[in-house]
């Protein structure tokens, strides 16, 4: 049986939203929380990932809590390391590290963080992975790598979590896969994004992670097969098609999201350029969203269960952030339908 966490939004709200959602996902049975790694996409405020996920540690009890994910170039990997041993500890052992190569390139700039090409930066997150595994399970780590040099670095105490918690890599790339068969627990993709759009593609992208593990004996059923996903649920098509247009004039009318850079991705990007002008005339569903009734998106996810995920990360658009709706039809009439 597939589990189910729950995404939070932190664009443009604030940490008592958050506590409650985040209290809302652990009463309604979700197996997890998670918060991305971002500093800001616009002008909205922006909290940042890893201390709030360390707020929500002392505010759960049960829940996991989830990076969705870490970006490795905005810290040092030893220093991750020691961040989410400590995490691992105060959340009595619920922390899953989630870690990405990390893309937005503003935030690089922006915050004086070198922006290096795609390669290095993968390059740098298998040497991250191997640096903070050795730092939770020995008791002191020397590594030299080409892009990282530690020396006798001790991590203590030790996460709760043994052998240690949860690794998974965020990405669908060749390299990020081969990375997940060598290093991680778990892998996670994003619906929509690097064109996965179908069950066709996630299986693609599956058979070659279980090509990378075969290659090491590996078995891919060992590791968790997570797919984000963003929701709309509705009980009717009227109110269906009402929140699509919500979600839709939200994600194109985003404050801070110049002119230019709404050409410029639809001059790159025009199918789904269209075909998110029409899903805000209300005349087909947007690419980056599952939209239905409940017992089509019990139909809908029980295709991908059936295409090999295991974990699914669930968002809300973020025009309903504040609202708790959502999430609890989610949790009452889709998750005990999926097996």
């Known amino acids: 049986m597939p589990k189910f966490g729950l995404t939070l939004e932190q664009e443009g709200t604030n940490f008592e939203i958050i506590r409650s959602l985040a209290a809302a996902g652990e009463e309604l049975h979700y197996d997890s929380v998670w918060l991305g790694d971002h500093f800001f996409y616009s002008e909205q405020p922006f909290l940042e990932c890893w201390t709030t996920l360390s ?30 041993a400590t995490l691992d500890v105060i959340s009595r052992g619920r922390l899953i590290l989630g870690l990405g190569a990390g893309w937005h390139k503003r935030e690089y700039v922006a915050y004086g963080i070198p922006f290096r090409r795609d390669g290095i930066r993968v390059s740098r997150l298998e040497e991250a992975v191997e640096i903070i595994e050795k730092m939770w399970t020995q008791p002191t780590t020397t590594f030299t790598g080409k892009h990282y040099l530690v020396k006798d670095a001790r991590c203590e105490p030790k996460p709760i979590q043994k052998p240690h918690p949860p690794i998974w890599i965020g990405g669908n790339g060749n390299r990020i896969l081969g990375i997940t068969a060598r290093h991680a627990d778990g892998c996670n993709v994003t619906f929509g994004k690097k064109k996965i759009y179908t069950t066709g593609d996630f299986k693609k992208r599956m058979r070659i992670l279980e090509a990378h593990c075969s290659r090491i004996g590996k078995d891919i059923t060992d590791i968790e097969r997570a797919l984000s996903i963003t929701l709309i649920l509705g009980r009717n098509e ?29 001059y790159h990007n025009p199918a789904s350029a269209l075909s998110t002008v029409m899903a805000m005339l209300g005349l087909v569903k947007p690419p980056f969203v599952i939209a239905g009734t409940p017992e089509q998106c019990v139909e809908r996810i029980r295709e991908f269960v059936d295409a090999g995920v295991t974990y699914f990360t669930v968002s809300f658009p973020p025009a309903l952030k504040h ?12 998750m005990p339908q999926i097996s």
């Open 55 to 84: 707020a929500l540690a002392c505010e759960t009890k049960r829940i996991r809590l989830g990076t969705q994910v870490l970006c490795n170039c905005y810290r040092h990997p030893p220093l991750v390391a020691k961040m989410a």
């Open 238 to 266: 009227g109110e269906i098609k009402k929140e699509l247009r919500r979600a839709v004039s939200h994600f194109t009318s985003k404050p801070g999201l110049s002119l230019r850079r709404r050409i410029s991705f639809a």
């Open 323 to 334: 609202d708790v709706v959502g999430p609890s039809l989610f949790a009452d009439e889709v």
